[in-house]
């Protein structure tokens, strides 16, 4: 049964440029979040998706974006790289709210790196 | 700053027990769960605990939660070379909201 999963595994952009992630959720499961990481810190809050509609968003400017598709599947996208972006992107899949109370399924992350 | 706070580091021996430590600030936290981070990894759940509970043991982990003190800590019994990561606790504010709120995570050393 595969876990979340994320691609690319590391990126590097130039400041300016933009950049999209993608995530797989796991078998089963049809809410993705995503997470911002910074070195040394935990993971911040960007938005979740369900029903391919964004649900919620945290503290993060409208450069960031994202998308689900049908099959659960979602994108993250930010525009205008800036260098404070640079960043571990977690994904995070549930299923549904309900589930959501007993956990989140993380993948192993994009690392970001805007030079 | 922070709204969920640990302390960085902790150092252990092989076979001791280990406790991190977190304290939340906002008395609407729910649900709240202690997630395992291991160098380049993704984290990992390891427990949750409902606010109606005081304690949840899960073999070699016990979560143990003051609401009074607005405190949750996490024992690891028997504590191994493979139990050394990052630990961070997280809370979620209400069954409204959906996202989870980190701390900044405790480094865990464990010594041979």
């Known amino acids: 049964d595969a876990g979340v999963t994320q691609s690319p595994t590391h990126l590097i952009k130039t400041r300016g440029q933009q950049v999209t992630l993608r995530c797989s959720p796991k078998s089963g499961h049809d809410t993705v979040s995503w997470y911002q990481q910074a070195l040394g810190q935990g993971p911040h809050f960007i938005f979740q998706?369900?029903?391919?509609?964004?649900?919620q968003r945290g503290n993060f400017p409208d450069r960031f974006s994202g998308h689900q598709f049908p099959n659960y599947s979602s994108e993250l996208n930010v525009n205008a790289l800036l260098l404070g972006d640079s960043a571990l992107y977690l994904c995070a899949s549930s299923l549904s709210f309900i589930g959501q109370i007993y956990g989140y399924t993380f993948g192993s992350g994009t690392r970001l790196t805007v030079v | 700053g922070e709204d969920v706070e640990q302390s960085l580091f902790l150092s252990v021996r092989e076979g001791d027990s280990s406790v991190i430590n977190c304290t939340y600030t906002d008395s609407s936290s729910t649900y709240l769960y202690w997630y395992k981070q291991e160098p380049g990894a993704g984290l990992q759940l390891l427990t949750y605990i409902f606010s109606n509970m005081d304690m949840k043991q899960d073999q070699r982990l016990t979560v143990l939660l003051n609401k009074k003190d607005k405190h949750l800590s996490l024992r690891i019994a028997d504590t191994q070379t493979g139990d050394s990561a990052i630990y961070f606790c997280a809370e979620r504010r209400d069954t409204g909201r959906r996202a989870l709120t980190f701390g900044s995570g405790t480094r865990l050393q464990v010594q041979p």
């Open positions: 998706y369900y029903e391919e509609e964004e649900r």
